[in-house]
């Protein structure tokens, strides 16, 4: 499910090691969230949308469209 995850981290040649110390959760961990074995909680997703400048939707292959949303305007 989670394949766009692991292709956004190898096109930046990062490591799963490397995201899984950004999310504060192990390295075994983050393996499952790619695998799709664990669903991944929505404050990793946040921080992933942000990481990689897109949209939670695209990480969850609900839009193909990699831009992120504009913010919100105060």
Request: net charge positive.
């Amino acid at each position: 499910m989670f394949t766009r995850i692991r292709a956004l981290r190898e096109d930046k040649d990062w490591t799963q090691k490397y995201i899984a110390d950004l999310l504060k959760v192990s390295q075994t961990t983050y393996s499952r969230y790619e695998s799709g074995e664990l669903d991944l909680p929505t404050s990793s997703l946040i921080k992933l949308a942000d990481l990689h400048q897109t949209s939670i939707d695209y990480l969850l292959n609900r839009t193909d469209r990699k831009e992120p949303y504009p913010p919100k305007k105060k």
